[in-house]
């Protein structure tokens, strides 16, 4: 069967475009995919973290794939350093790619700002723990929002890499799964902003622990345009209302051209009022389902345990065979 591994950072709330761009994805393919679902607590130390947050965030963002959709019983779900497969992996691989490969990321970039010298080795190792995550269960697709798509190819490289080195075909090489109308959900203080955890303005994000209200807010405060007369798509011209009508036809489940016809000449403020009643209609069953599930940490602990126990088994095989196909004795 094709297994599918994806995760999160747990670094606090978990936004819309965590949401429609990747959760959403992974529950329609869990019927048909074996699931892995991690917490990436690993990679989310890669900038400082306050212990206890960490903690409470890890509970947090399983609560949240429970109440998208992830089914536990299907999916394993389960905090990535409570595998020592990932690190030891991560270790095996860097050694199979060379600098120039990460000097390529984009993100890296971003991230480390200005001050590259004081950046931290794992912010820029990053893709390589990255590319671990998946082989180590041999993953077949990852389901991942568009700004992943550069170390997904990255962990393909390096799968390649690894299998070359070692004349073997061990590791398959992962597919991307970059679907529907949000893969790259844009900030509501500015279309042309990827819609991110780290940004200073609680208002360029929806949270999945957004109350009614604050959606309602967020929806109305969001950046208009001063084109007149009905909402139209256009990414360049009009970059707000593109990503409101991408969120909205991902909501709806239909496509961006369905979502503007549906609107009927509508102006932009009376869109964004459908925007808003149909986000709440879909949003509230989430926020209310989370509540519930962080009310019974210990259930929470207990899909954890469970998902540890399933993903361990595959990861322990996997680096049996890997440190055999190495040479360690
Ligand atoms: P992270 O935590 O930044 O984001 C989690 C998922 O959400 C998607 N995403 C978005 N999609 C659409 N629009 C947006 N504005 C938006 N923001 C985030 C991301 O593409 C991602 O799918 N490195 C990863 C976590 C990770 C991982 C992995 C993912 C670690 N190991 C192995 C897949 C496979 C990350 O930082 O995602």
């Excluded at 709330?13 to 019927?31: C, E, P």
């Excluded at 984009?106 to 990053?126: D, H, I, M, R, V």
């Excluded at 269960?137 to 390096?158: F, M, N, S, W």
């Excluded at 207990?302 to 040479?327: F, I, N, P, Y």
Aim: charged share 25%.
């Amino acid at each position: 069967m094709n297994r599918i591994l994806s995760g999160v950072q747990p670094t606090g709330n978990l936004h819309l475009g965590n949401y429609l761009g990747a959760i959403r994805n992974w529950v329609s393919m869990q019927d048909s995919y074996e699931c892995l679902f991690m917490l990436a607590d690993l990679h989310a130390i890669t900038v400082p973290q306050e212990p206890a947050a960490l903690r409470k965030s890890v509970r947090e963002t399983a609560a949240a794939y429970i109440a998208c959709g992830v089914n536990p019983e299907k999916a394993a779900i389960f905090p990535q350093s409570a595998i020592s497969g990932h690190a030891e992996l991560a270790w095996i691989l860097s050694c199979h790619t060379p600098l120039g490969w990460l000097n390529r990321m984009t993100q890296f970039k971003e991230k480390s700002g200005k001050n590259k010298e004081n950046a931290p080795l794992g912010l820029y190792s990053y893709p390589v723990l990255m590319a671990a995550d998946i082989i180590l269960y041999k993953a077949t697709h990852v389901p991942v929002g568009e700004d992943q798509k550069q170390h997904l190819e990255l962990c393909r490289d390096i799968a390649g890499a690894f299998n070359r080195a070692y004349k073997t075909e061990f590791f398959p090489i992962p597919e991307p799964v970059i679907l529907g109308a949000a893969t790259r959900i844009m900030s509501l203080r500015d279309g042309t902003k990827k819609m991110s955890k780290s940004d200073e303005s609680d208002y360029s994000r929806i949270n999945l622990t957004d109350d009614t209200d604050t959606i309602a807010l967020k929806f109305r405060k969001a950046k208009s345009d001063m084109v007149e007369g009905p909402i139209t798509y256009d990414e360049t011209a009009r970059p707000e209302a593109a990503n409101l009508l991408n969120i909205y036809a991902t909501l709806k489940g239909i496509t961006r051209e369905q979502a503007v016809a549906e609107q009927d000449g509508k102006n932009f403020s009376a869109f964004k009022q459908s925007l808003t009643d149909l986000a709440v209609e879909k949003l509230a069953p989430i926020t209310a389902r989370m509540r519930e599930l962080l009310a019974t940490p210990d259930y929470i602990d207990q899909v954890l345990a469970k998902g540890v126990a399933k993903a361990g088994g595959t990861a322990t095989q996997t680096m049996r065979e890997v440190k055999d196909l190495v040479g360690f004795l």
